[in-house]
């Protein structure tokens, strides 16, 4: 069985080159945006907490903060904060669990900034809660998995991606061997069933190894190389759709937190027609955040940013970090959508190239450039499209668009 690609065109390997490396920047954006996020969401958390809690909170996010020097002990890393979360969820005893962290590697609790008392001591805190602080300190954890996970996945994608890229553009591309690698960067369960789904187009999940009947299988229905490009097209789309669902959780959190403001604000006897019309504006603008096409939460915000003049110091001082961590949520939605819209660009354009065995035509690289400035909807993603594709026009941006809130 032949298992080789056809060689790619000139003018499809420059232009696989140039969209990976628009997506590689874009897909940073969305990761700085995530963990600016979990640190508005913990800098607000911290204001309802105890001064204990808040700390042992603090301490544990730093496990997940992205950081070369830690990618070696990621893993264990993170199976200690899915334990936290169990024992606190299940009220356990501190006791019951200081003995096994004691068997994690010290150069692992060394390279995560956390020493093991420390970590005993803040597992204490947290096993230790009232019913009442738990359901605060829950969803705070939770969000921590969703900024660690969202930001793998976005990872692992972009070195599918580069392994895929780099491989179909040599001359001696193999079907089987790109299989392997790519599937080889896969890390978990979810990510395998979704690769499974639409690039195998096998309705099971396989563990770490494909078995070779199944390789052979795929090889054989490939109707050509850009087939294997569409496929992993769709796998990725569904990788951000999934993390986009997943999403909600922080959403959630944030809606809490108003609540919890606003239970604050009346008891201080703070509260007036100004301050109930902003709570409710508030609500409103969470309850659209994970719903595409923003243009109502956008007046709504804007409403709340000529009112928010009006209002008290004290009042203004609580709600503007609110306000801040809701546009980093509405940021976060519309980068995964938009980098999901600029593969099925990658995916259209590409086919077209397919017979084009010159260089990257400068008409394409124009059309490309200004699909692209289209999709985006934020001046930081212009500005990497721009800084790529020069020849893409300039669009003119109503003030309206991105509110400023901070």
């Not at 140039?18 to 990761?31: A, P, V, Y």
């Not at 992993?232 to 569904?238: I, L, P």
């Not at 065995?357 to 289209?374: D, F, K, Y």
């Amino acid at each position: 069985m032949d298992y080789s690609l056809s060689q790619v065109s000139t003018g499809q390997r420059q232009f696989d080159q140039l969209l990976l490396n628009i997506f590689d920047e874009l897909s940073g954006e969305l990761i700085h945006t995530v963990q600016s996020a979990t640190h508005q969401i913990l800098d607000n958390s911290s204001r309802f907490l105890e001064a204990d809690v808040s700390s042992a909170i603090q301490d544990f996010h730093s496990l997940y903060e992205k950081n070369i020097e830690l990618d070696t002990f990621k893993e264990s890393i993170s199976q200690n904060v899915d334990e936290i979360i169990h024992y606190v969820q299940q009220g356990g005893q501190a006791t019951e669990k200081i003995p096994d962290l004691a068997t994690i590697n010290p150069a692992q609790l060394e390279a995560s900034r956390l020493s093991l008392s420390h970590m005993q001591r803040d597992l204490e805190t947290l096993v230790k809660l009232e019913d009442a602080m738990k359901e605060k300190v829950l969803p705070i954890l939770h969000n921590m998995q969703f900024e660690d996970q969202l930001s793998a996945n976005i990872l692992i994608i972009k070195d599918a991606w580069k392994i895929f890229v780099k491989k179909t553009d040599s001359n001696n591309s193999s079907a089987e061997f790109i299989l392997k690698d790519v599937y080889n960067t896969l890390c978990s369960e979810k990510l395998r069933g979704i690769f499974c789904t639409h690039v195998l187009h096998q309705n099971k999940t396989f563990g770490i190894d494909i078995p070779p009947a199944v390789i052979k299988r795929f090889v054989s229905s490939l109707s050509d190389e850009n087939d294997f490009f569409n496929r992993m097209q769709y796998f990725c789309a569904d990788v951000l759709n999934w993390n986009t669902d997943d999403a909600a959780g922080s959403v959630e959190l944030i809606f809490e937190i108003i609540s919890t403001v606003e239970q604050e604000i009346a008891t201080a006897g703070l509260a007036s027609e100004i301050t109930d019309e902003i709570f409710f504006g508030l609500k409103d603008v969470v309850n659209c955040l994970n719903i595409r096409g923003k243009q109502a939460s956008k007046k709504i915000v804007h409403s709340l940013l000529k009112n928010r003049a009006s209002l008290d110091k004290t009042v203004r001082e609580l709600i503007q970090p609110i306000m801040i961590a809701m546009q980093f949520q509405d940021r976060i939605r519309q980068n995964m959508e938009n980098l999901s819209e600029t593969m099925a660009v990658w995916q259209k354009s590409r086919l077209a190239l397919l017979n084009n065995r010159g260089e990257l035509p400068a008409s394409v690289r124009c059309q490309v450039g200004e699909e692209l400035m289209e999709i985006m909807s934020m001046e930081t993603e212009r500005a990497v499209v721009k800084k790529h594709l020069p020849e893409a026009p300039d669009l003119q941006v109503s003030s309206g668009d991105e509110p400023e809130l901070f």
